[in-house]
């Protein structure tokens, strides 16, 4: 068992070195499944729990991979697939265990999944997935555990996703790339992380066009070949050291971000947190009480749903009323409980929450019901009078790098501990 231990406080100081983005790497390791021959290199790579769950996967099927940890590179040799079996006991636990789709197909002419896991927020639909492989040409079977896709040679058509999914774009993405054919996406997910996973397949020799407008099209080759890509900037991490600066009534130097922070900027600096971009490093600084804020979460560019946890700590500690409509998921509100136990005021109605604050938090012992919710309890507690003990520190463990470590280097009191049982 991993648990957090916060004492709250600190005035959060220094310089914040922002991690390769998990929903970009993700992706990246399935795509390196796709070659054949070579080895790919992927830098910047975030050491966390869902990397590792990621690399023993594709140990399962046949790739030899190597973690350089210090060197956060990864180097992967998919010569050698051998198994079209994504163990429930690696695959149940992270959602981009359905990435390795796309590579079982093309490479053994199948794909038996047992399972998929990845964050409880609610109903999490694999349809537009399995509808897309369908209409590529493959069987599906669908059971009560383990889903069976087979195919002998997918062939290009035109797909169209309800909503613009995430893993979904990225997963047909991956299916056209060595299909025959031209394979058309229609509204596709525009996230910069899909836009990274296609810069990656450019230079593995993908023709894919039109990333970035909802339109994808992709041109089937025979081949994809090993590159050295560099994984993009966590936007999601960023955005939680922005917001610890603003509820610490800090100021913390962004270094790795190279990107822009887009709503969540606007949205902090509405609540009264200043942001300098000083050449590469975006300044973060809070020396006024927080302003409330209404957020309404959606697919790029809105408002990320990933980040809407965090903000609703954040939303506790401002003067007056705030408001959160989540739109993606319809689970995702566990965290108000959590947060009313240390003090917070926090109201839900089905997919709304009204923030009631400031209210001064308390640390008390509280649990992670996700990857968000973890990381958002943290903010709570580093503005809490007190200790504030989080659990299980696992799920936070599987989006956040090195987190107590580089949060004390800003001056937080922060431990992480294991413990039996
Ligand atoms: C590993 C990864 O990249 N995870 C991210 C990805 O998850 P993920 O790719 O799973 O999220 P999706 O964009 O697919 O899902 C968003 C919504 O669409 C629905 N849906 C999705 C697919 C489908 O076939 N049918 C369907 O109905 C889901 O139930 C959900 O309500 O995007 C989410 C939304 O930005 C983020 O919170 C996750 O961090
Ligand atoms: C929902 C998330 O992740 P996953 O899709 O990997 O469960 C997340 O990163 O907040």
Do not use: W
Request: net charge negative; aromatic share 4%.
């Amino acid at each position: 068992m991993v648990r957090y231990r916060v004492r709250g406080g600190n005035a959060l100081r220094g310089t914040a070195f922002i991690q390769g983005a998990k929903n970009a790497v993700l992706p990246m390791i399935g795509a390196a499944l796709l070659v054949p021959k070579g080895r790919t290199v992927l830098r910047n790579v975030p050491i966390i729990e869902d990397v590792r769950r990621a690399v023993e996967l594709a140990e399962a099927v046949g790739a030899q991979v190597e973690l350089h940890e210090a060197e956060r590179t990864l180097v992967i040799d998919a010569s050698r697939l051998h198994s079209p079996v994504l163990p429930a006991e690696i695959a149940r636990r992270f959602r981009g265990s359905v990435l390795f789709t796309p590579a079982l197909l093309h490479r053994l002419g199948e794909a038996i999944v047992e399972g998929v896991g990845g964050c409880n927020l609610g109903s999490r639909n694999l349809d537009f997935h399995y509808l897309g492989y369908k209409r590529l040409g493959a069987v599906v079977d669908e059971g009560e555990t383990v889903i069976h896709v087979k195919a002998s040679g997918l062939t290009g058509a035109t797909l169209y996703l309800d909503t613009p999914s995430h893993t979904g774009t990225e997963n047909l993405i991956m299916a056209g790339a060595l299909a025959r054919g031209t394979t058309v996406i229609e509204n596709a997910a525009l996230e910069p992380e899909v836009l990274d996973v296609i810069d990656m397949l450019t230079k593995m020799g993908a023709r894919i066009s039109g990333g970035g407008t909802g339109f994808i099209t992709v041109e089937g080759v025979e081949e994809l070949h090993a590159v050295e890509h560099t994984v993009m900037p966590d936007r999601l991490d960023a955005g939680v050291f922005a917001m610890a600066a603003a509820i610490t009534q800090g100021e913390v130097s962004l270094v790795g971000t190279g990107l822009d922070l887009g709503v969540v900027r606007y949205k902090l600096e509405q609540m009264g947190v200043d942001f300098a971009r000083q050449g590469a490093v975006l300044n973060v600084r809070c020396d006024r009480p927080l302003r409330p804020i209404n957020i309404i979460t959606d697919t790029y560019p809105g408002f990320a749903t990933d980040l809407q946890s965090p903000m609703m700590t954040v939303a506790a500690l401002a003067d007056g009323h705030s408001y959160i409509h989540e739109r993606i998921f319809d689970g995702r509100f566990a965290l108000a409980g959590e947060l009313n136990k240390m003090g917070a005021d926090v109201a839900v109605e089905g997919s709304r929450a009204i923030v009631r604050g400031a209210t001064p938090l308390t640390g008390t012992r509280v649990t992670a019901h996700d990857l968000r919710s973890g990381i958002a309890l943290v903010l709570a507690g580093l503005a809490a009078k007190g200790e504030t003990v989080i659990e299980s520190g696992y799920l936070i463990d599987r989006g956040h790098a090195h987190l107590a470590e580089r949060m004390r280097a800003l001056g937080a009191d922060i431990t992480r501990e294991i413990s039996a049982g």
